[in-house]
């Protein structure tokens, strides 16, 4: 494949066959290193947005209608349970949240959904010993609005 001229989801479907690869010969232990960087710049599109600087508290985007926005991504599929967990809240000072579900061997767009901010908070379990609050794959895709054709749209452009 000639990188330069593929899509996005042309490189990352290749990426995703190298991280398996390296998964198998127990090279890295995890499939979810691109997919928050992917979530976030897929959100800002979404939102016609502006992405805070990584480190920034609570909110990775600020929507253009002034919106804060905390997006969460997750790759779903064969061996990850439903009851895995999205990454930790520390606070909730933020309008809404994204979750976004993407295709683990593909890191294809599955589901997308926007849940404010109150809802969010009322879906987490607590963890004292991380001090962060967390949602599972199955109670986030329950929550807020299907917004995963707003997300295609944006994929849908290249």
Do not use: C
Not at 33 to 52: C, N, R, T
Not at 68 to 92: D, Y
Not at 124 to 131: D, E, F, G, V, W
């Amino acid at each position: 494949m000639d990188i330069e001229s593929a899509t996005v989801p042309q490189l990352l479907t290749q990426y995703a066959e190298i991280l398996a690869e390296l998964r198998k010969r127990e090279v890295v232990r995890t499939r979810n290193a691109p997919i928050g960087d992917y979530a976030e710049f897929l959100s800002a599109a979404v939102y016609d947005g502006a992405l805070e600087p990584n480190s920034g508290k609570s909110h990775d985007l600020i929507a253009a209608d002034g919106r804060l926005v905390q997006v969460k991504a997750r790759t779903i599929g064969e061996g990850v349970h439903s009851s895995a967990k999205f990454s930790a809240f520390r606070s909730f000072e933020f309008d809404v949240a994204v979750f976004l579900a993407f295709d683990l061997s593909t890191y294809g767009l599955v589901w997308a959904r926007e849940v404010p901010s109150a809802d969010v908070e009322s879906a987490t379990s607590y963890s004292a010993h991380t001090n962060a609050s967390t949602v599972s794959i199955s109670t986030a895709r329950q929550l807020g609005t299907d917004v995963t054709s707003r997300f295609q749209a944006v994929l849908s452009l290249g």
